[in-house]
């Protein structure tokens, strides 16, 4: 097994698109890195040049510390495990797992050990003679992942492998391969447009949008410290809360206008924003669902920024509660308890925490202050 870098990575296809540009990160031996971001971002084309299977147009690639930027997709000890999973359908599981080991002409004793090995790991032993047909979804993308890592790659490539299952599929087969990169150790690459996905697995995230990375994180500091609003946007189910607020002088603070209604911003957060000449002007406001107070909860010291809305729609998901409501025609969601609100149509006196809250610049998108 081994790291990865890739130093100012670029892409540009020969239409003249721009599909990745300058693309850095050192993965270190054993991380499992996950690729994220909306559909079109250059996550597959970002994996396609690790692979091999796309030029790249500048920028270095080094594999265990070695160029590959020349080197050919089969020289590069690194195995790729796709969507469709890529079976040959005329051939057993087993001989789907034995065929990358066949071609590199590996005597009989060795596949069969290598076969055995991925099989156990991956719950597959008894599936050895069945042909993929018979096999289920879950089984089948299984077998596509044995097939990659029983040639014990340096680097594992899988480019959304579970975006074909069902969900409860999907989470089972997720947890299945935590597991299953904890006994390999391998560097995984794992591209997906899902940020629930990407949560649940990745080591550190890189979050791309239009061909760049707008940030690299473990799952918490993407979380916590948002550095821009695409990725505060992006992370987080349900997402964070996003609006336009206007910055007012209140003393020595500042405070966040939305219509009729103002939130005193603690000091720490007062003073960027002041110092760096907000006062007057709009900012964007981001607050997590999970920071709302509700009700006789709004009592007391936080009064201040409390607000009265109308319930709009209140969703139960699993043990959680979502509630939908409306503060001056900006739609918001929260996180909350059973019984602690009221139903749709009801009024409840909803109060942000403003110690919680991130605000963005509206151009450059970039943070300016959180908590
Ligand atoms: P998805 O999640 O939908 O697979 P992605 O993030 O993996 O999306 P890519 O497949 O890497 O995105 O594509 C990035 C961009 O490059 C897209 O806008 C795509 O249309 C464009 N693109 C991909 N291949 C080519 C090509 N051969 N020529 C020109 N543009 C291309």
Request: charged content about 25%.
């Amino acid at each position: 097994m081994a790291g990865l870098s890739m130093r100012r990575v670029g892409k540009v296809f020969s239409n003249g698109f721009a599909a990745v540009k300058e693309f850095n990160i050192e993965v270190e031996d054993g991380e499992f890195i996950v690729l994220a971001g909306p559909s079109g971002c250059g996550k597959s084309t970002t994996l396609r040049m690790i692979a091999g299977l796309e030029d790249i147009t500048s920028g270095e690639i080094l594999i265990g510390g070695n160029r590959v930027n020349e080197m050919e997709t089969k020289d590069r000890d690194v195995a790729m495990v796709f969507q469709n999973y890529a079976l040959y359908p005329d051939m057993t599981v087993y001989e789907n797992m034995a065929f990358g080991l066949r071609m590199r002409k590996l005597p009989e004793d060795e596949i069969d050990r290598e076969v055995r090995w991925a099989a156990r790991l991956l719950n597959l032993e008894p599936l050895l003679d069945s042909m993929p047909r018979t096999l289920t979804g879950g089984q089948r993308q299984n077998v596509a992942i044995g097939r990659a890592i029983a040639r014990r790659p340096k680097v594992l490539l899988m480019d959304e492998p579970l975006s074909n299952l069902a969900e409860e599929i999907k989470v089972q087969n997720r947890r299945e391969l935590k597991r299953i990169h904890k006994e390999l150790k391998s560097t995984v690459i794992y591209v997906t447009q899902d940020q629930t996905e990407a949560m649940a697995l990745g080591n550190r995230i890189v979050v791309m949008n239009d061909g760049e990375i707008r940030q690299i994180g473990t799952p918490e500091e993407l979380y916590q410290n948002p550095c821009n609003k695409f990725v505060a946007g992006f992370i987080g189910s349900p997402q964070m809360n996003l609006f336009d607020v206007v910055v007012e002088q209140a003393g020595d603070c500042a405070a966040l206008a939305l219509g009729e209604h103002r939130i005193t911003l603690p000091k720490e957060q007062s003073v960027p924003l002041l110092e760096d000449g907000y006062a007057g002007k709009t900012v964007v406001c981001g607050i997590r669902p999970e920071d709302f107070r509700f009700g006789k909860d709004c009592e007391g010291a936080a009064k201040d920024g409390c607000v009265e809305a109308m319930i709009q729609v209140q969703e139960a998901v699993g043990d959680e509660l979502f509630l939908y409501f409306q503060v001056d025609k900006v739609g918001f969601v929260a996180r909350c308890k059973e019984g602690e609100t009221g139903h749709p149509g009801d009024k409840v006196l909803v109060c942000p925490d403003a110690s919680r809250f991130y605000l963005f610049d509206p151009a450059t998108e970039r943070i300016i202050t959180n908590q």
